[in-house]
């Protein structure tokens, strides 16, 4: 019994990733700029722990995808933890200087924001998030057939057991 609700979570699985994958533009749209504007980069001894890992998540996308906020470096205009600016994972490698104090690599000075990656990161997480569900989704459905057609060759098995004909 153990066996079939597992492989029915393993086929929910798989159909949800693929239904919902067109969902995460409505989902970066609101939730993405609502962190953007209010919690990114808050290291506040009141911010949460879950806050301080999603800015460190916010920051390896934009360095990885080479992309600044949802829809672009103005996402952070209204952001007290930014200062109205943008942060140092939206600054292209080469515009970037040593910070004298901590020895970090930070943005140069940013005098019209020409130092930042130029394209928000929305439609390239969205195309990656598309392009891997669907493997995801189908991955698991197979998964699961597989271990479906396993489990009944073991049922066959284990009713043969012992009948000698």
Not at 60 to 68: A, D, G, P, R
Not at 120 to 126: P, R, T
């Amino acid at each position: 019994m153990f066996l079939v609700i597992i492989i029915a979570v393993q086929l929910a699985a798989g159909i949800l990733a693929a239904i919902y994958s067109n969902e995460i533009t409505s989902f970066l749209d609101k939730e993405g700029k609502d962190f953007l504007e209010m919690d990114y980069g808050n290291k506040t001894a009141a911010a949460d722990e879950a806050s301080k890992l999603a800015t460190k998540g916010w920051d390896v996308i934009q360095q990885t995808l080479e992309c600044c906020g949802v829809d672009g470096q103005g996402d952070y205009a209204n952001n007290p933890n930014v200062q109205g600016n943008y942060p140092d994972s939206c600054c292209r490698p080469r515009e970037q200087e040593e910070d004298p104090d901590t020895g970090m690599m930070v943005c140069a000075p940013r005098s019209n924001g020409s130092n930042a990656y130029p394209n928000g990161c929305k439609d390239s997480l969205e195309n990656l998030i598309v392009q891997y569900s669907t493997i995801i989704g189908a991955s698991a459905v197979g998964v699961a057939c597989f271990e479906l057609f396993c489990m009944l060759f073991a049922i066959c098995i284990c009713r043969n057991i012992g009948d000698d004909d």
